[in-house]
């Protein structure tokens, strides 16, 4: 699409859409795109049925039939007048993603490899919560690799019921396909930014995800730390946020869905006045100050420390909850106990948890993981002065399905190509 700038004065008289448009990351003033169907609200079903004369029930049932039985197909849609059926098809209801690999890991992790209708390939994990004797034998680790996890009790007599007997499953999800923060530690950072993906996209590897499921599964937690940044996407999030939480559809509690990410403080504000603090936030911090913090991840260099602290002070938190503080331990960089010390002081009286994640490697980068007694020194150090804080455990290794490090995992960065580090983000992982 053509990059279109505006100068001020024409911003001024621009429609109202493309004025909220110059908060976005890209700097590019773009028109509204329209909303695929799978992406509509049951409202917006309504206004687009209404003035072909179809009953407002009709958009309960669609919505019904996309997000509640996952059926995009309207050939499908047994309950829907052959007429409106053929009116969709022909408007683009239908699949906008398929999988192309599943790769089940020893402990029960599902990597899905989706493919897009351009071509291009993200991933998405299906994380059953880990069950059973031993589970729990080493406290210090963290047994759920749910960043979502939280105390059980906060859940109404319904939920508990509907989850009863069941393994509650944590789904993580991409945003983009690749990512334009260019984190030194993250197969997608080096990679760099391919495109959003759309919202339709998005709720996609939850409809795919789920359809996976063994029976005695049921989804309970989505966490928003596959590829990408899900705040430098903030439209695409927010309304797969409202479609993932709509009681009509897939309905999860919003407590149980959580974004990540590396600090894009204005968009943490405006997560929090949207969803009214409901969605839980994971803050990828990764360090104390801004110069190893900006060494790390160069958002920081926008952002300092500072100003995503205050950020995460403003959030409008609900009662209870807490902000997930993840801490990617990067050998010789990050991971001394006088950092620990660092952190926890910059923390103090702050309500978080703490995930530590020793560094998965990648192939685009000679940094790696500490050694586990580096590790437990951290966590020791943290501990000690008073934080909950958890080794994230990797899970699903053999498949390479550890959250955060998706399809490019074996991705080779190019030279050329998509931007400046530029790698083909739509390559397959071996
Ligand atoms: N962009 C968002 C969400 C996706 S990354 C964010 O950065 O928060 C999800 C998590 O995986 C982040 O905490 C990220 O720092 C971490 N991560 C990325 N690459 C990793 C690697 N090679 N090893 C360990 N953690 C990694
Ligand atoms: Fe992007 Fe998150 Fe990777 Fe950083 S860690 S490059 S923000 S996906």
């Given at each position: 699409m053509r990059k279109v700038t505006l100068s001020s004065r024409q911003l001024l008289f621009a429609p109202l859409p493309l004025r909220l448009a110059r908060t976005n990351h890209d700097a590019i003033v773009k028109p509204a795109a329209p909303v695929h169907p799978i992406a509509r609200l049951p409202e917006e079903w309504r206004d687009a049925l209404a003035p072909r004369g179809e009953r407002a029930f009709a958009a309960k049932q669609i919505f019904n039939w996309i997000h509640r039985h996952g059926v995009v197909d309207p050939a499908a849609m047994t309950n829907v007048s052959a007429r409106l059926r053929a009116a969709l098809a022909e408007e683009g209801l239908g699949s906008v993603a398929e999988i192309v690999h599943v790769h089940r890991s020893a402990d029960g992790t599902r990597k899905l490899v989706v493919r897009l209708k351009d071509g291009a390939t993200i991933e998405t994990v299906l994380l059953p919560a880990v069950s059973g004797p031993?589970?729990?034998?080493?406290?210090?680790?963290?047994?759920?690799?749910?960043?979502?996890?939280?105390?059980?009790?906060?859940?109404?007599a319904a939920t508990e019921e509907a989850f009863r007997g069941k393994t509650r499953v944590t789904q993580c999800i991409s945003t983009q396909v690749g990512c334009a923060m260019g984190c030194v530690f993250c197969a997608s950072g080096v990679a760099g930014w391919k495109r959003h993906l759309g919202p339709e996209e998005i709720v996609a590897q939850i409809l795919l995800g789920r359809a996976l499921?063994?029976?005695?599964?049921a989804l309970r937690n989505v966490v928003f730390m596959g590829m990408g940044e899900p705040l430098h996407n903030y439209d695409g999030t927010a309304r797969a946020l409202r479609l993932l939480t709509h009681p009509d559809g897939i309905a999860l509690s919003t407590r149980r869905v959580t974004v990540s990410t590396s600090g894009l403080v204005p968009e943490i504000a405006r997560l929090g006045r949207d969803f009214n603090g409901q969605i839980a936030l994971a803050i990828s911090l990764h360090a104390a100050d801004d110069e190893s913090r900006s060494a790390l991840m160069p958002i920081n260099k926008k952002y300092p420390i500072a100003e995503l602290l205050a950020a995460l002070k403003a959030y409008p938190m609900q009662r209870r909850r807490r902000i997930t503080i993840e801490y990617t331990l990067v050998s010789g960089k990050n991971d001394d106990v006088a950092e620990a010390n660092k952190l926890a002081r910059l923390l103090r009286g702050m309500p978080v948890k703490i995930n530590l994640i020793p560094m998965n490697p990648i192939e685009a980068s000679t940094l790696g993981p500490p050694d586990m007694a580096r590790v437990f020194a951290f966590q020791q150090a943290l501990v000690g002065a008073g934080y909950s804080c958890f080794i994230r455990r990797q899970r699903g290794d053999d498949v390479s399905a550890a959250c955060g490090q998706l399809v490019l995992l074996g991705a080779k960065p190019k030279v050329?190509?998509?931007?400046?580090?530029?790698?083909?983000?739509t390559q397959s992982p071996k």
């Open positions: 031993g589970a729990r034998q080493e406290s210090e680790i963290d047994a759920d690799a749910a960043a979502a996890e939280e105390d059980e009790d906060d859940d109404d499921l063994d029976e005695d599964e050329k190509g998509f931007g400046a580090k530029g790698a083909d983000a």
